[in-house]
């Protein structure tokens, strides 16, 4: 808390004391300047923009950092807060993220620059990376021990020597979720999820609730793979908890220096619960229904209503929330030209997302049709969509099977799940003849009552304190009163 508060203060718009000059003050203690140098580092990424230098040397601090935690013969006698610990991975992932797309755009380095990537082809490697992640979940034991917790098993014995210091399980803890955000990252959802298989995501009581930071990031990366997997009411549910649980403690988090942070990631939510919501209609939290409607209705009124104005909804809606995707292997450095023309990672996830959303797409605009009948012929609603009957036969197989989903019913397997039906709306084909049954969900009076009880609560309590400060202000002597009174005395 001191270190954001002391950055707003001295050093909003320039670098904190470079290291050597710290030294001398404390002694040359390697550990505190490793730490210092973390800190030091994350300012100027934060801040100011790192040089190529700057960059090469922050990879070597986090190189001598993990070094020293990973090497040693036994655990080393360091204790940090959990907020730090988290800091240090999510940075670490960070500036990787960073790099990668710093050198990727090869036309606007320097011809210096590009010798000095070439050299240096280690330097953020994405095999390091992994390495460093894997190394700590290996370390800590951390996958044994919350798979010996839920089986109701002897923690501490599954911990081993250095699972059980707090340093040790919270970074390999930590690393797991970075991992989720690294494979999110490099497009890989399936093994993204796969990472949390002994991780009870809808446990209130899991270590990732101890860090809000790194609880906001978890439930948006699961909930975003869940949306590329086209599992978009799993992915409609996750979004929902967790900013169900933002807005409930928006008012705690705004002082926290974590607030900025946290609100940018439950943005970037709304937006993809708003994308998920137009290609499933799924019934969502009458609060998040409420607040989706005043930010995104335009958007999903035209995603509703399908086309090109739909898909170009979705491309901006999806550019704003998707993750910083990277490419995991650096360009070819002596072809400068193939390399500059090379598939950019955002656009490919972006097209890889449009495909399956463009047959998506017909389901709302078919069921906003049958929703009008209870049987109907093939050649009327034809007609009425403008399309051949042929068509319009393989467009209902389409919407049939994609009302249909796998979703998740709980556990540690994020990746199991029960087919279920998404829609309150079925149908049946037999021949040209369309048979439609509509399952109607009772609307939840109680929380809509409740709900606005509380408004008209709050609206009684502000009129009743604006007249007792109207009453307070009446009953005071005007200011020449005052004086006179004064004078008088």
Known sequence: N????????????????????????????????????????????????PSLETRFRSFENYCDLFNYILNSDGPIELELPNQWLWDIVDEFIYQFQSFCTHRSRVSKRTPEELALLKENSQVWNTYSVLNVLYSLIQKSNISQQLLVSQQGGDVIEAAGQFGVRPLYKMLGYFSIIGLVRVHCMLGDYTLALQTLENIELGNSRALFTRVTACHVTVYYYVGFAYLMMGRYADAIQTFVHILTFVSRTKQYQQRSFQFDTVNKKADQMYALLAIAVSLSPVRVDENIHTYLREKYGDQQHKMQRGGEEAIDVLSELYLFSCPKFIVPNPPNYDDIEAASNSVEPQSYQLKTFLREARLQLVVPTLRSFLKLYTTMGLDRLSTFLDMDAAELRNQLIVYKQRCRQIKWVGGADLLAGEPVTTTD??????????????????????????RNTNKVQDMINSLENRQKAVIADAGKPKVEEQATVAVSA
């Open 2 to 49: 001191q270190f954001v508060r002391l950055s707003e203060k001295f050093y909003a718009k320039g670098s904190w004391p470079e290291p050597q000059y710290v030294a001398a003050l404390v002694g040359d203690d390697g550990v505190f300047l490793t730490l210092y140098r973390e800190l030091y580092y994350r300012h100027i990424y934060s801040r100011l923009h």
């Open 425 to 450: 709306l079925d149908f049946a084909l037999q021949e040209d003849m369309i048979f439609i049954a509509e399952s109607r969900v009772g609307r939840r009076y109680a929380d809509w009552f409740i």
